[in-house]
């Protein structure tokens, strides 16, 4: 297992319409979204197996949630970590939309 108290660090990589988290330079997980007009669609976050417990997953979408304030966009939480994590994290609350049918055709539609 790798563990590691090394440098951390979440970048926004747009042309993979995703946030990383790096563990001394190596990926360890990601979130993964679409923008849909004011709002970024997030449907995916993973953690690889080799940085499990370590708090990655909180650590990314948090970051990533305080750069979609930082855009002035709002947040749509198809992904159920992150909606896990916005009903954890009321400073995070005001961000949020609700995700609707809509929203989940027009996330369908968009990954194909």
């Known amino acids: 297992m790798y563990q590691s108290s090394g440098i951390r ?16 330079g190596r990926r360890a ?41 930082e855009s002035g966009k709002r947040v749509v939480p198809v992904c159920p970590y992150v909606a896990k994590f916005l009903k954890r994290h009321e400073e995070f609350a005001d961000l949020a939309d609700p995700v609707t049918p809509e929203v989940l055709h027009w996330l369908e539609e968009e990954l194909r």
Do not use: K, M, N, S
Not at 9 to 24: F, G, K, N, P, S
């Open 9 to 24: 660090t979440v970048q926004r990589v747009d042309a993979r319409h995703r946030y990383e988290i790096l563990v001394d």
């Open 29 to 69: 997980g990601l979130t993964a979204y679409r923008d849909r007009g004011a709002q970024r669609v997030f449907f995916h976050t993973e953690v690889d197996d080799a940085f499990a417990g370590q708090g990655l997953a909180a650590e990314l979408v948090q970051a990533a949630l305080a750069d979609v304030r």
